[in-house]
């Protein structure tokens, strides 16, 4: 359209994946040519990386080899997943439980509204990839911090609640000892909200104000005692079929991943509790990219396409 509208020239979609394909090839040589080595981390720094999937909606031949047969009721799916990886740096920034308790759920009521003062994270590194496997992607993320010394200061590891990527995580980051694995506050909040919205009508102040209790609650590390709480209250209530159900799946989200909700000390030492870089890279690397209205892809076109992604030293 951009082309047609300022030169008056039109160039059909298969031009469009040729010269995408054909140009993806110089992209590594380019940015190993034009990334200096990144600054050294501060004394105070720490390293964290992150992992999330994205799905990518794919043609209809590719979409017909993601699952050749369907179980009863299942539709066939049209999204291959993408994993988008990240690493960066930050200067750690200590938070008590009601700040950020009072920031994610009543962030209109924040005294100081001026732009925080804390430092941006450094030295970010983007990974992310349709056709390889997941673990490869992780496994040039990791290419990044080996040679850092995690002695004295931990990796930290920030990601949803998706099992298979913590699997993957673990075996691929097995020799770095020294690590810290955090579950995202915001996927945490939306599980609150679940219930909340059970309990009490949506939009009102008396959600709100149940929300900030019990994240507050999780974020002083008393997580065993919220899923108590909610085991009494889903035997004790007179609730519908569909509510008992969203009672037992919070419950056994919170139980699933409670070792990695220790925020009373993730809080204390500084570190980041929330996924946001690399779900903004979701958002901005692959969504803004693939997921456009009427968009289709086919894996080679994928690749090309997430090669030329800046900020970063290699994309696949």
Same mark, same amino acid.
């Given at each position: ?15 469009? +994946? ?37 799905? %990518? ?26 994993? %988008? ?52 992607? #992780? +496994?040039?993320?990791?290419?990044? @911090? ?41 996927? @945490? ?16 102040? +008396? ?15 008393? %997580?065993?005692?919220?899923? #108590? ?31 990695? #909700? ?14 946001? #870089? ?6 901005? @690397? ?31």
């Amino acid at each position: 359209m951009l082309l047609k509208k300022f030169f008056n020239v039109k160039l059909s979609v298969s031009a469009l +994946e040729t010269i995408s394909n054909a140009s993806s090839i110089c992209y590594e040589d380019y940015y190993d040519l034009k990334n200096t080595l990144p600054k050294p981390p501060k004394e105070g720094d720490v390293t964290v990386v992150s992992f999330d999937g994205k799905g %990518v909606p794919m043609i209809k031949k590719e979409a017909s080899k993601i699952k050749g047969r369907q179980g009863k009721g299942e539709k066939r799916q049209k999204k291959k997943e993408s994993l %988008v990886g990240v690493k960066y740096t930050i200067t750690p920034h200590i938070r008590t439980a009601e700040e950020v308790a009072n920031n994610l759920v009543f962030p209109e009521k924040r005294e100081n509204k001026q732009k925080s003062k804390r430092e941006k994270a450094q030295n970010i590194r983007y990974i992310a990839s349709v056709e390889r496997p997941k673990k490869e992607v #992780m +496994e040039e993320i990791k290419k990044e @911090v080996k040679n850092e010394n995690f002695n004295t200061k931990p990796l930290i590891c920030v990601m949803d609640g998706a099992k298979y990527i913590w699997d993957i995580l673990s075996d691929v980051f097995k020799d770095i000892k020294n690590k810290v694995l955090i579950l995202d506050i915001i996927h @945490v909040l939306e599980y609150i909200w679940l219930i909340a919205h059970i309990k009490y009508k949506e939009g009102s102040e +008396e959600s709100k104000q149940y929300v900030y209790e019990k994240l507050l609650m999780i974020l002083k590390g008393k %997580v065993v005692s919220y899923i #108590m709480e909610l085991h009494k209250d889903m035997l004790q209530g007179n609730w519908k079929k569909s509510q008992r159900e969203k009672f037992s799946k919070v419950i056994t989200y919170l139980k699933n991943h409670k070792q990695y #909700m220790k925020y009373n000390q993730y809080l204390s030492m500084g570190y980041p509790i929330g996924s946001g #870089m690399v779900e903004g890279a979701c958002k901005f @690397v692959v969504g803004k990219r693939f997921k456009n209205s009427g968009m289709r892809w086919k894996k080679a076109d994928n690749e090309a396409v997430l090669d030329d992604v800046p900020t970063r030293k290699k994309i696949h």
